[in-house]
């Protein structure tokens, strides 16, 4: 009884903590950053709110976020509010308040410039590549292991900024290329979910075929 009342005050109960995933797409908030480049990690959680019917109906954390189920699993949906280069103010917190072992639950998708459009990389850890998002997640969680999927946005051609790419919009083939790269993301998040990081790896890096 006496743990029951707690949670009750709390504002928390025993469901809502530990065991489910934290699936984060970055990208940036404002309407002029829609579809472009650096914004596909937010295209892939819509897709995955669009297909597994979990509303982002929460704001808090610096975050709009849902909660709902990706196969068997409990699952949370997190698209950061603070702009790319402070995604870690958004993660962290959340990690932290539903109590997320973030080596083992996080799963973190994001854009990369180093790879053609059509490729994903799926990775169980490693360094943040050159990408802003990333390294502030991993400065404040103050670690690089947890599963990231990284869906290729084409490399910057010699006469562009780099701002300027990365916040440019997909045309011509790419913009077909890399519907069919959000929608295979979205696939790599529930096989990481449902079997494991390896298996990802094994099935969805590489090209579209």
Known sequence: MFEFLKALFSGKNKEEDGNMFVIVGLG????????TRHNVGFDTIDHLSDKYNIGLTETKFKA???????????????????????????????????????????IVISDDVELDVGNLRVRPKGSAGGHNGLKNIIALLGHDEFSRVRIGVGKKPKQWDMVDWVLGHFEGEDATLIKESIERAAEAVACIIDEGTDSAMNKFNGKIK
């Open 64 to 106: 709009a976020y849902g909660k709902g189920r990706i196969g068997s699993e409990r699952v949370i949906l997190v698209k950061p509010l603070t702009y790319m280069n402070l995604s870690g103010e958004a993660v962290a917190p959340i990690c932290n308040y539903f109590k997320i072992d973030s080596k083992t639950n996080l």
């Open 28 to 35: 940036n908030p404002e309407k002029k950053y829609f579809g």
